[in-house]
């Protein structure tokens, strides 16, 4: 499956005992999967971050996917981004940066009461991230 979600700017809350603390609001955005599977992202997912002081940014995400066929997907992503200081910023001024020059994976767990789509509540998933300005790339793997 390929997700791409569009994002509001990043809310910083501050630094706590392990790191800043802060999060990226979903704005919206589109998928696509096997079998012909696509729609759209709901409206209030949100990734919380926690920016470690040895530059690995720990990533917290949790929204909806909702098919063409009005089917509901929740998604938990759980993972690290792993950037240099020099990648780090110029990805936060917008500029496009190739994914093999940093780090981005998470653990994907899917969770749907659509009957066509129950297959999903039975696997694991590891997914490869790029991060652009306002918009993150996930592509997502099922673990066989």
């Known amino acids: 499956m390929v997700i791409e979600v569009d994002v509001e700017p990043l809310v910083e809350l501050g630094a ?8 990226v609001t979903f704005r919206d955005g589109t998928f696509s999967g096997r079998d012909g599977l696509r729609g759209t992202i709901a409206r209030g997912g949100v990734d919380w971050q926690l920016a470690r002081g040895d530059g690995v940014l720990e990533i917290d995400a949790h929204y909806v ?7 509901m997907i ?11 200081e020099e990648v780090a910023a110029r ?11 940093y ?7 899917l969770a749907t009461a659509a009957p066509r789509l129950v297959w999903m509540n039975e696997l694991l998933a590891v997914s490869t991230g790029e ?7 996930i592509h997502v ?4």
């Open 74 to 84: 929740e998604v938990q992503s759980r993972g690290l981004r792993v950037a240099s």
């Open 91 to 101: 990805i936060a001024a917008g500029e496009t940066v190739d994914p093999s020059e």
């Open 103 to 109: 780090y981005f994976r998470t653990h994907v767990r």
């Open 131 to 137: 991060r652009h300005r306002d918009r993150v790339r």
């Open 141 to 144: 793997h099922e673990v066989c």
């Open 65 to 71: 996917l909702v098919s063409d066929a009005d089917e």
């Open 16 to 23: 706590v005992a392990t790191g800043v603390r802060r999060y």
